[in-house]
């Protein structure tokens, strides 16, 4: 998960992001970013989530434990 934090960032149109941050803080959080992120842990990891999964992740850390939690 070397390029986690970036390639999130990179989704939510932002510099960087922290663990803390909730997901639902960003201007870019809608439906196309959750879309994004599917498709990232898809390719990048090999693990399928559902947009309720994300959106009950409710945090940086929250969706990282979700995918490491699915890998």
Do not use: H, P, Q, R
Not at 11 to 24: H, K, P, R, S, W
Not at 55 to 61: A, H, L, Y
Request: negative net charge; proline residues 0%.
């Amino acid at each position: 998960m070397e390029n986690y934090l970036s390639a999130i960032s990179e989704i939510l149109e932002v510099e960087t992001v922290e663990f803390g941050d909730a997901l639902n803080s960003f201007d870019a959080w809608d439906s196309l970013a959750v879309l994004s992120i599917i498709a990232f842990c898809d390719s990048e990891y090999g693990v399928a989530l559902s947009a309720e999964e994300i959106g009950n992740s409710e945090t940086i850390m929250g969706l990282k434990e979700l995918i490491e939690g699915k890998m």
